[in-house]
T-cell receptor
Framework: LAKTTQPISMDSYEGQEVNITCSHN???????ITWYQQFPSQGPRFIIQ???TKVTNEVASLFIPADRKSSTLSLPRVSLSDTAVYYC?????????????FGKGTKLSVIP | KAGVTQTPRYLIKTRGQQVTLSCSPI?????VSWYQQTPGQGLQFLFE???????NKGNFPGRFSGRQFSNSRSEMNVSTLELGDSALYLC????????????FGPGTRLTVT
């Protein structure tokens, strides 16, 4: 079963760039890496998804090295509204059956 | 397009009872996944259904079961409830199965007393 590891928490000042790294050592060969954002009392919300190298959309960038055993979510110029928990999600077929494994989440606190 | 809806939003049950939770996916989405979220264990995958068939399953006991109907709506059932089953149960729908971009519902908060 994939073990995904993320920092438990991070603090950042408004306007700074934030990078959150997730380690996933048993990612399925054909699977994507997906990041979600969750606010209290809400379901997770999709941020970005990638397979390898770099992906960028209007809210974030995702960097994935060649071995795909980790990924880094980059949030440019964070604001107070980015205070949330961020999860990486990967598929894992290491145990013989495919399972979706979330990291424990990184609680990002943006400071004014 | 309407989002993922889950009913009920809140539920209180007694130990030993059973409960059924419902999830209506986004129109056109054929995959529905269920997750359990607790402060201690975080988000844990329960199972995924696609075209009325369970495609993938997490490491939960057989007390947790589900099904999907022809209109893609899904139900999750937990029998013989335990105190440790108290959690937020989230469902997510996607166009494709096994790793597609998922859209989550607001969840059902289950409290077992």
């Amino acid at each position: 079963l994939a073990k995904t590891t993320q920092p438990i928490s991070m603090d950042s000042y408004e306007g700074q760039e934030v990078n959150i790294t997730c380690s996933h050592n048993n990612i399925a060969t054909n699977d994507y890496i997906t990041w979600y954002q969750q606010f209290p009392s809400q379901g997770p919300r999709f941020i970005i998804q990638g397979y390898k190298t770099k992906v960028t959309n209007e809210v974030a960038s995702l960097f994935i090295p060649a071995d795909r055993k980790s990924s880094t979510l980059s949030l440019p110029r964070v604001s107070l509204s980015d205070t949330a928990v961020y999860y990486c999600l990967v598929g894992d077929s290491g145990a013989g059956s495919y399972q979706l494994t979330f990291g424990k989440g990184t609680k990002l606190s943006v400071i004014p | 397009k309407a989002g993922v809806t889950q009913t009920p939003r809140y539920l209180i049950k007694t130990r030993g009872q059973q409960v059924t939770l419902s999830c209506s996916p986004i129109s056109g989405h054929r995959s529905v996944s269920w997750y359990q979220q607790t402060p201690g264990q975080g988000l844990q995958f329960l199972f995924e259904y696609f075209s009325e068939t369970q495609r993938n399953k997490g490491n939960f006991p057989g007390r947790f079961s589900g099904r999907q109907f022809s209109n893609s709506r899904s139900e999750m059932n937990v029998s013989t409830l335990e105190l440790g089953d108290s959690a937020l149960y989230l469902c997510a729908s996607s166009l494709v199965w096994q790793g597609g971009k998922q859209y989550f519902g607001p969840g059902t908060r289950l409290t077992v007393t």
